[in-house]
């Protein structure tokens, strides 16, 4: 069974600086696709980022990106540049790329941005 | 833009009544999803469609139902309230195949089951 495991409930930053949020995943499977999503107070989920397994290259958008350690099952989200409106629950996600493509989420980590 | 829409923000129910949670999206997506987001649990899938008429259970079915009729349609039917599906629902959809893997959530759905 596929899993993920989001190992920090909270977290805080002050304004302006750096954070990484810790993503591990399990599965047997060589292809899949893993994602970070946001999830403001109240509003809808978007896509941070997401990042194709067989792609060495870490991700980036913007000011964010990702650590893709693919061996130890690891896919951390640093977010420079912290602003008040990162202030939102992040959900890792992984989505295997055979047979049905349902998504796996992560417990969630509450990031609170300070001003 | 991609819209998920579902049916309601919230919603009060009693115990025992049959409940409906309506999703729709505008994007001719394949893939539906409802998901269940309680707080320390994250999203835990309760059902998912790949194609009209077509379902399959996710981790958590039991006490729920699905029914999708038309593509761009997915409802979540709970046959009988109960207190401890007092949650946050959400719908999300994707596709099609492998290259577009987005999933695009509705704002959710507050039920609370009194």
Known sequence: ?115 | DVKVTQSSRYLVKRTGEKVFLECVQDMDHENMFWYRQDPGLGLRLIYFSYDVKMKEKGDIPEGYSVSREKKERFSLILESASTNQTSMYLCASSGPGRGNTEAFFGQGTRLTVV
């Open chain 1, 1 to 115: 069974a596929q899993t993920v495991t989001q190992s920090q409930p909270e977290m805080s930053v002050q304004e302006a600086e750096t954070v990484t949020l810790s993503c591990t995943y399990d599965t047997s499977e060589s292809n899949y696709y893993l994602f970070w999503y946001k999830q403001p107070p109240s509003r809808q989920m978007i896509l941070v980022i997401r990042q194709e397994a067989y792609k060495q290259q870490n991700a980036t958008e913007n000011r964010f990106s990702v650590n893709f350690q693919k061996a130890a099952k690891s896919f951390s989200l640093k977010i420079s540049d912290s602003q008040l409106g990162d202030t939102a629950m992040y959900f890792c996600a992984f989505m295997i790329t055979s047979g049905t493509y349902k998504y796996i989420f992560g417990t969630g980590t509450r990031l609170k941005v300070l001003a």
